[in-house]
């Protein structure tokens, strides 16, 4: 079945530092990839998505590129912020019988001053 | 404004009670999902429905119980609760794509005593 696989947190990083979150995939089909951030004591938000091959997602400085030949979907970001503090989500939908999201274990990341 | 909401944002019963938990979405979206948050922040997903219809339950023990008696609501019933039911209960809609972005609600944190 589908699974996604996450580098294992908490992460914890000076501000301005530079953020890599590793997330690779296993897929039957063609998946749409996704990052969400959970914020404290709230619900997930959308933060990117790419529905194919070597599309780059981004916003509010976050990047990820969908690489079908390493089955990976990283998501990066030159300068973090004390407010980037969250639980980031790395995610797969499949689509069809019910478009389902596939959840990675979730990354902790802490941004100190 | 809310786009997608829950009630309530917490519940604490004791072991054997029966509780619902409700959700209403005002994005115009056929399908909406419950999913389950546990302790270490892993999510699952546990019904989808599209347009009222059941289209995904993921092995959840037939005490959950989600109804849906329009496209906009989607709520979960659970009888005789016991403690490894406690977790953190997120719903989320969305169009009908692989593509779509999955909007969740701000979640209920429900504890079994």
Redesign the interface.
């Known amino acids: 079945g589908d699974s996604v696989t996450q580098m294992e947190g908490p992460v914890t990083l000076s501000e301005e530092a530079f953020l890599t979150i590793n997330c690779t995939y296993t897929a039957t089909g063609y998946?749409?990839l996704?990052w969400?951030v959970?914020y404290p004591g709230?619900?997930?938000?959308?933060l990117l998505?790419a529905?194919k091959a070597d599309d780059k997602g981004s916003n509010k400085g976050f990047e990820a590129t969908y690489r079908k030949e390493t089955t990976s979907f990283h998501l990066e970001k030159g300068s973090v912020q004390v407010s980037d503090s969250a639980?980031y989500?790395c995610a797969l939908?499949?689509?069809?019988?019910?478009?389902?999201?596939?959840?990675g274990?979730?990354t902790?990341l802490k941004v100190e001053l | 404004d809310t786009a997608v909401s829950q009630t309530p944002k917490y519940l604490v019963t004791q072991m054997g009670n029966d509780k619902s938990i409700k959700c209403e979405q005002n994005l115009g979206h056929d399908t909406m999902y419950w999913y389950k948050q546990d302790s270490k922040k892993f999510l699952k997903i546990m019904f989808s429905y599209n347009n009222k219809e059941l289209i995904i339950n993921e092995t959840v023990p037939n005490r959950f119980s989600p109804k849906s008696p329009d496209k906009a609501h989607l709520n979960l019933h659970i009888n005789s609760l016991e403690l490894g039911d406690s977790a953190v209960y997120f719903c989320a809609s969305s169009l009908q794509t692989r593509t779509d972005t999955q909007y969740f609600g701000p979640g209920t944190r429900l504890t079994v005593l």
Not at chain 1, 93 to 103: A, C, D, I, P, V
Request: charge should be neutral.
């Open positions: 998946p749409s996704f969400y959970q709230e619900g997930l938000q959308l998505k529905t639980v989500f939908s499949e689509g069809g019988g019910g478009n389902k999201l596939t959840f274990t979730g902790q």
